[in-house]
């Protein structure tokens, strides 16, 4: 039996469109690997259309069964792995679970392939063409490829649901695509475990989803495309639309399949399974608009609330959103994206007064195209008028004396409302927002109240991460003029050594006695120099160790071996570590010369070494011990010392080198009791993982 006229266009129609995707998805970088996921699935369905125009139907239709059933599984496959990898992060890669299932699919999809012609299904003669009754085998196999097809629908949906606003315009039409062939797929597939058959008259209903889907897949790559890495939270939000929206579809399709069941002849069967498809087609895509879907808010708000917006919720998400973030900027981006979801925007600017001046600089854009905004000068009508109304602009009715330069920027950019960032009665900075997704929406006092309310919120997180940023600053220069003040006092005593050298050696540089003497004052000061600059040598990191693995027992007799203390006792077993010997051996040498000073004479004071859970270091005195007060506000930080000699950076110092070997290092004291410090470090095996992660 040889294909209809309108199985054969759509075929074609498929084919070319599958092309020019794949020759787009080349042209257009932006997708990485994950464009060979997109051409594998697209290049897996055209087969199976195919297969299910041409094979099928034909005399050898049987024989075809395995290779369909094949390709009909390897193609879910792939599609899964891609719904797993589509605009996610780089680093979430796929689990070895999900990747030995993938392997054990394409496995048995080879198998499948060779299986000899009737085991998979039995031919049965049918009025609309062939039909094969699915014997077990054959069902089994369908029923996974149906799995499959639904855990990628369900990935892809966690994707677009998790993503934001300017992520889901760039990835909806690719996810869009997917659903159309995934859906048209998992329709067919489904009616036929329904009647356990393998019916080839559904063919064109499945070419006419795939072949929206493609097209929407090569819409999206021309005009949309590329990724946006979107963090998938384990909790899905709005899933009970996309049910309301599952359910009156499947609504729909009982009543087509009650139209299918009166109207028997086999074109209109056709035609009312494509009908089907594209209706589907279509609800998801008007469900995913944000246009409709601020609509229906809109309406829903209308006739059931008295107010056009929930500020609960929208207070919450706005200040949760701009609260969770750290840097300057990804707070500048969290204000204009809270903008522009709450109000249906779709780009906005963030403008910031110049640092010692009056006039406003484009501080962050959100989604402006290639437009560059211009710097507002304080007597630009836009900047007069905030400034003097103390609120939110309507900029549609148009800015009378805007300079020409934002006058253009500002129609270019179809700018529509412009927000105050208010500190009192002074204006701080501003928002605008540009191009509304929907136009016909209606803003009224309501929007402009909500809008001046953000505003205010949003000004006053700048400020404190501004404010922040200043007392860190401030803290650094205390830090700073501190180390100085040490740095000119050791230089001063040096440099009053080496003057009093050069003094005495004008009068008795002949003599070989005071040579001598020279010889080892500088010699001594040298010395003394190196320990300053090695004092003040950028602290350790993990780059900077050069790690080997030590026994700590062996380290820590090393380190006195020169230095012989009196009352100073080792105990403990050996114990292995991955450590920087050198390092170490200042945090030992450290701890143990506090614990001595902090001991009256001839107390002793014990460096214990072993492994608990991990390897460790103690060095317990008995001295006078310190109180929690001290060990939580001043202990390990730069320059806290009780001594009149100390400098107070010896500890810090400590904790730094001991954290740069991913260790740590905790203290047990009370007053009057003595101290017992405990340096912890990883061992050798955790130290590699550690490295390689
Ligand atoms: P410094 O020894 O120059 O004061 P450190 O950073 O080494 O600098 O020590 C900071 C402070 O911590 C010391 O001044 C002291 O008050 C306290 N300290 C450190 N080790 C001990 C200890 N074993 N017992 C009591 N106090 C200690």
């Not at 008007?286 to 609960?312: A, G, I, P, V």
């Amino acid at each position: 039996m040889s294909p209809g006229p309108v199985q054969t266009v759509l075929l074609l129609l498929c084919t070319g469109l599958s092309v020019a995707l794949a020759a787009s998805l080349f042209l257009k970088p932006g997708m990485g690997y994950v464009r060979w996921y997109v051409i594998a699935g697209v290049a897996a369905s055209l087969c199976l259309d195919a297969l299910g125009v041409w094979g099928l139907p034909g005399d050898s239709g049987l024989a075809w069964t395995g290779p369909y059933m094949a390709v009909e599984l390897t193609g879910a496959v792939t599609w899964m792995l891609f719904s797993r990898r589509y605009a996610r992060p780089k680093e979430q890669s796929l689990s070895p679970a999900l990747s030995w299932f993938a392997v054990a699919a394409i496995g048995t999809a080879a198998g499948i392939c060779a299986a000899p012609a009737g085991i998979l299904a039995v031919r049965a003669a049918a009025q609309n063409g062939p039909v094969f009754f699915l014997s077990a085998p054959g069902f089994l196999v369908r029923c996974a490829t149906l799995t499959v097809l639904i855990m990628s629908l369900t990935a892809l949906e966690a994707t677009l649901v998790n993503s934001v606003h300017g992520q889901r315009w760039r990835i909806k039409f690719t996810i869009l695509g997917c659903f159309s062939i995934l859906g048209s797929h998992l329709f067919t597939l489904s009616l036929g475990l329904l009647y356990h058959t393998l019916d080839t008259s559904l063919a064109p209903a499945r070419q006419t989803g795939f072949a929206i889907g493609t097209a929407f897949l090569l819409y999206s790559s021309l005009f949309r495309g590329g990724e946006a890495p979107v963090a998938v939270s384990k909790r899905l939000a709005r899933t009970s639309v996309v049910l309301f929206g599952a359910g009156a579809y499947l609504l729909f399709l009982g009543a087509l399949g009650l139209a299918m069941s009166l109207t028997g002849s086999a074109g209109n069967r056709a035609l009312l399974l494509a009908l089907g498809i594209v209706s589907g087609v279509g609800l998801l895509t008007l469900m995913l608009s944000e246009r409709f879907r601020r609509k229906c808010t809109r309406l829903l708000q209308h006739y059931f609330y008295k107010e056009k917006y929930d500020y609960r919720t929208q207070w919450m998400s706005f200040t949760n959103r701009i609260s969770s973030v750290r840097s300057r900027d990804g707070l500048y981006q969290a204000v204009l994206l809270g903008f522009c979801e709450t109000f249906g925007m779709g780009g906005a600017v963030l403008y910031l007064k110049e640092p010692g001046g009056q006039a406003m600089v484009p501080a962050t854009v959100w989604e402006l195209d290639h437009i560059i905004p211009p710097r507002l000068d304080s007597k630009d009508g836009l900047v007069r008028r905030l400034q003097d109304g103390l609120a939110a602009v309507d900029i549609r009715q148009g800015i009378s004396s805007a300079s020409e330069q934002t006058a253009a920027f500002l129609s270019e950019s179809q700018a529509s409302f412009a927000v105050p960032l208010l500190q009192g009665e002074s204006l701080e900075g501003l928002i605008l927002m540009l191009k509304p997704i929907d136009e016909t929406e209606e803003f009224n006092q309501e929007d402009f109240d909500l809008m001046e309310a953000l505003g205010s919120q949003a000004n006053a997180a700048i400020l404190n991460l501004r404010l922040a940023e200043l007392l860190t600053q401030a803290r650094d220069m205390e830090v700073m003029g501190k180390v100085s003040t040490f740095i000119v006092h050791d230089l001063k005593n040096l440099v009053y050594t080496l003057s009093l050298i050069v003094d005495n050696a004008k009068r008795y540089i002949q003599d070989p006695a005071f040579q001598q003497d020279m010889l080892k004052g500088l010699e001594n000061t040298v010395s003394k120099m190196h320990v300053l600059i090695s004092q003040l040598r950028q602290l350790p990191t993990r780059e900077n160790l050069s790690m080997e693995t030590a026994d700590l027992k062996q380290l820590v007799k090393e380190t006195f071996k020169h230095a012989s203390l009196d009352a100073l006792v080792f105990d403990g077993d050996t114990v292995a570590a991955e450590v920087d010997r050198s390092q170490l051996q200042k945090v030992i040498l450290n701890l143990v010369l506090n614990a001595r000073e902090a001991s009256p004479a001839g107390e002793t004071v014990r460096v214990e070494t072993g492994f608990d859970t991990t390897p460790y270091i103690k060095v317990i005195d008995n001295g006078p011990g310190m109180s929690d007060r001290f060990i939580s506000e001043s202990l390990f930080q730069p320059f806290k010392t009780t001594k009149s000699k100390g400098m107070g950076i010896g500890l810090y110092q400590c904790k730094q080198i001991v954290e740069a070997h991913g260790g740590t290092i905790e203290v047990s004291s009370a007053p009057g009791v003595g101290s017992e410090f405990t340096v912890r470090l990883p061992a050798p095996d955790a130290a590699t993982q550690l490295e390689g992660a």
